[in-house]
Antibody, heavy 118, light 107 residues
């Protein structure tokens, strides 16, 4: 069964860069059938699509975050990553990585809480 | 951006009830709609994609229908494990967007 695991700092200072990694196991990130994405959920709120990437490196970003977000892929390590620049308290959220099939996220990591605070 | 509005936002029901959750899109999204279930402290789980296709392993008491701007998720006979929050998601237009969620609680 495919597994995804997020990793990265749980606390980031305002104006700094949030960096998370998603490690994919029991499956290949280089599969031509899937995209890989990041989705976040502020505490007690709804889900927000951040962006997604194909193993070739082509990306889609949510325009609301596009100027601050970079998603990259490392196929040799079966990982993909998220960077969000210039964070504020509004970026505090549970961050999930997921496998994307026909646009829907069919496998999710457990999520990692990132708090933006000084 | 396409806005998705779920109704109701909160639903109280009993085991065995048939419940329907509606998701309305601000513009047509053809059949590119998915439904997720989220329980407290866990990641969302994909239930249905392409409006009515059941994800592998999801019980058949869950079903989806609709097209254009109005979609529904129906649970034919509520089970104790179905009490959760449900989200719809549209995949027709970027940016991909989610509804605000429907919280289903035990009456």
């Amino acid at each position: 069964q495919l597994q995804l695991q997020e990793s990265g700092p749980g606390l980031v200072k305002p104006s700094e860069t949030l960096s998370l990694r998603c490690t994919v196991s029991r499956g290949s990130i280089s599969s031509s059938s899937y995209y890989w994405g990041w989705i976040r959920q502020p505490p007690g709120k709804a889900l927000e699509w951040i962006g997604s990437i194909y193993y070739s490196g082509s990306t889609y970003y949510n325009p609301s975050l596009k100027s601050r977000v970079t998603i990259s892929v490392a196929t040799s390590r079966n990982q993909f990553s998220l960077k969000v620049n210039s964070v504020t308290a509004a970026d505090t959220a549970l961050y999930y990585c997921a496998r994307i099939k026909v646009g829907a996220a069919d496998n999710w990591g457990q999520g990692t809480l990132v708090t933006v605070s000084s | 951006d396409i806005q998705l509005t779920q109704s109701p936002s909160f639903l109280s029901a009993s085991v065995g009830d048939r419940v329907t959750i509606t998701c309305r899109a601000s513009q047509g999204i053809r059949s590119y709609l998915a439904w997720y279930q989220q329980k407290p402290g866990t990641a969302p789980k994909l239930l249905i994609y392409a409006t009515s296709t059941l994800q592998s392993g999801v019980p058949p008491r869950f079903s989806g229908s609709g097209s254009g701007t109005e979609f529904t998720l129906t649970i034919s006979s509520l089970q104790p494990e179905d009490f959760a929050t449900y989200y719809c998601q549209q995949l027709n237009n970027y940016p991909i967007t989610f509804g605000q969620g429907t919280r289903l609680e035990i009456k």
